[in-house]
Nanobody, 126 residues
Framework: QVRLVESGGGLVQAGGSLRLACAASGDTFSNYIMAWFRQAPGKEREFVAGISRGRNTMYADSVKGRFAVSRDNDRTATFATFLQMNSLKPEDTAIYYC?????????????????WGQGTQVTVSS
């Protein structure tokens, strides 16, 4: 059974940093695009960042230069992907979700991912 579990969320002041991690089990995730999404209260879920098997990356414009996505393709690794978030802003406050997909980048950006985690709360205070 495929399972994604996010960790690392919390409360941080504006300008601070957090590092999210996504533990993955139940499949060979090195074959997937690993992605991060977020959903703020009252808003739709949005794509944040993604990384392919070959470590090509893609970011939402709102986080470029502040967030960095990485991955571990080792099949024995506990964590499949990480999201380093720097220079956090109050508007980054949201539930952050890890997702895995074998679809195209276009599909991933639309949220068409096969597997999802339960999410971790990130709150940035001003």
């Amino acid at each position: 059974q495929v399972r994604l579990v996010e960790s690392g969320g919390g409360l941080v002041q504006a300008g601070g940093s957090l590092r999210l991690a996504c533990a993955a089990s139940g499949d060979t995730f090195s074959n997937y695009i690993m992605a991060w999404f977020r959903q703020a209260p009252g808003k739709e879920r949005e794509f944040v960042a993604g990384i392919s098997r070959g470590r090509n990356t893609m970011y939402a414009d709102s986080v470029k230069g502040r967030f960095a996505v990485s991955r571990d393709n080792d099949r024995t690794a506990t964590f499949a992907t990480f999201l380093q978030m720097n220079s956090l802003k109050p508007e980054d406050t949201a539930i952050y979700y890890c997702a895995a997909s074998i679809q195209t980048w276009a599909a991933v950006r639309r949220g068409e991912c096969e597997h999802w985690g339960q999410g971790t709360q990130v709150t940035v205070s001003s």
